[in-house]
């Protein structure tokens, strides 16, 4: 079974930085594009990134564009999102999908952005 | 591509037909247009994808339609599990985008 898992959310301060990761079991990790999407509290889905399987191509929203890098290490089946710059906008439950339109999202990290 | 869902919120009973809609502000290249369903507290579950194919597992009183820049989720007759908030996507065009959300709540 696909399983993605990603951790590294929590609290950081405006103006902080925060890496999640996500870990991919269960599915060739290095043949799919991996998204990040995200979901403020109470709010609709919004995405954020994409990378393709070899890493050299990479997309992102432009809300997040600048201050967000996305990586991938296909040796350990793991998804990266660099955080830099936090806003209090960026305080959102922050999901990894394999290879979008999929059913395979993780179960999401929260991250809170607050002094 | 801005993706604009009406409804915001749908308010009807089990039994009924559910209609929601999903505006792109330009034509979503090649139909790749998807519907999710979210409930709370989890992730969300794929639908629809390519504006009308099923995905796995997905009970045929969804359908999907249109093309172009309007496309429609219908649900022919609710259950009562499918009261939840529904999400399109495009992957047409980089960078992807979700409409804004319709919740079909119990009337």
């Known amino acids: 079974d696909v399983q993605l898992v990603e951790s590294g959310g929590g609290l950081v301060q405006p103006g902080g930085s925060l890496r999640l990761s996500c870990a991919g079991s269960g599915f060739t990790f290095s043949s799919y594009w991996m998204h990040w999407v995200r979901q403020a509290p109470g709010k609709g889905l919004v995405w954020i990134s994409r990378i393709n399987s070899d890493g050299y191509s990479i997309s992102y929203a432009d809300s997040v564009k600048g201050r967000f890098t996305i990586s991938r290490d296909n040796a350990k089946n793991t998804l990266y999102l660099q955080m830099n710059s936090l806003r209090d906008e960026d305080t959102a439950v922050y999901y990894c999908?394999?290879?979008?339109?999929?059913?395979?999202w993780g179960q999401g990290t929260l991250v809170t952005v607050s002094s | 591509i801005v993706l604009t869902q009406s409804p915001g919120t749908l308010s009807l009973s089990p039994g009924e037909r559910a209609t929601l809609s999903c505006r792109a502000s330009q034509s979503v290249a090649g139909n790749y247009l998807a519907w999710y369903q979210q409930k709370p507290g989890q992730a969300p579950r794929l639908l629809i994808y390519g504006a009308f194919s099923r995905a796995t597992g997905v009970p045929d009183r969804f359908r999907g339609s249109g093309s172009g820049p309007d496309f429609a989720l219908t649900i022919s007759r609710l259950e009562p599990e499918d009261f939840a908030v529904y999400y399109c996507?495009?992957?047409?065009?980089?960078?992807?985008?979700f409409g804004q959300g319709t919740k079909v709540e119990f009337k």
């Open positions: 996507q495009q992957y047409g065009l980089s960078p992807w985008t």
């Open positions: 999908a394999m290879n979008l339109p999929s059913d395979n």
